[in-house]
C-alpha cells in the first residue's frame, strides 16, 4: 500500500527545516514540484489547518502530518529525515527527525484511516525507525518502508 505512494523525488533525507512551520514550507514544495496541479498555498494551508486540532508528533522521533484535499485523486506521501531534528511541537516535547506527510483526496476516509494504521504498524517494527535514520539514499529509504511494510 505504502509502497505504491512512494516516489524518490517526494524523498527528502537531509532536510533542513529547523520547527514545525519550516518543515512543512520545506516538504509542501515536494508535493508541488511533483504534483503540478497542486496549490501551494492551499496544501499549506490545509496541513496547518489539521495541526491545529492536534500534533501530528505523535510517535517518538516522528511526525505523520496530514490533510485532505478536493485537488488530488489518490493519496501522495512525502518523506523527510532530519539527522538533527526539529522542534515540532510534539505531544511527548521531543524533536521529531522522520516526517511521513500525506495529501488524502477528500472522497476516501477509509483509505485514508487505513494508511495512517498501517504506517502505525510499521513503526511497531523493531528497528524501523532506527533503520530510516541510518539511511543515505532516498532509494534505500523507500527499500526499508517496503521490506518493514512487507514484514506486516
Known amino acids: 500500500m505504502l509502497e505504491e505512494l512512494l516516489r524518490p523525488e517526494t524523498i527528502n533525507i537531509n532536510l533542513e527545516s ?3 512551520d519550516e518543515v512543512f514550507e520545506e516538504m509542501t514544495e515536494l508535493f508541488v514540484a511533483s504534483c503540478p496541479g497542486l496549490d501551494r498555498s492551499e496544501v499549506l494551508d490545509s496541513l496547518f489547518e489539521r495541526e491545529k486540532k492536534m500534533s501530528t508528533g505523535i510517535i ?5 502530518p496530514h490533510a485532505i484535499t478536493a485537488k488530488i485523486k489518490k493519496p501522495i506521501c512525502a518523506v523527510g529525515i532530519s539527522k ?6 510534539a505531544l511527548d516535547g521531543k524533536p521529531v527527525h522522520i516526517i511521513f506527510m500525506f ?5 476516501d476516509a477509509a483509505l485514508h484511516l487505513n494508511i ?3 504506517l502505525a504498524l510499521m513503526f511497531d517494527v523493531p528497528d524501523f525507525y532506527k ?3 541510518d ?5 534505500q529509504v523507500v527499500q526499508a518502508i517496503v521490506q518493514a511494510e512487507q514484514s506486516l
Open 84 to 89: 538533527e531534528g526539529i522542534d515540532y511541537e
Open 135 to 139: 539511511k543515505n539514499s532516498c532509494a
Open 103 to 107: 495529501l488524502f483526496p477528500a472522497d
Open 116 to 118: 495512517l494504521k498501517r
Open 131 to 133: 533503520s530510516l535514520m
Open 60 to 64: 517518538q522521533g516522528i511526525a505523520i
Open 18 to 20: 529547523e520547527d514545525k
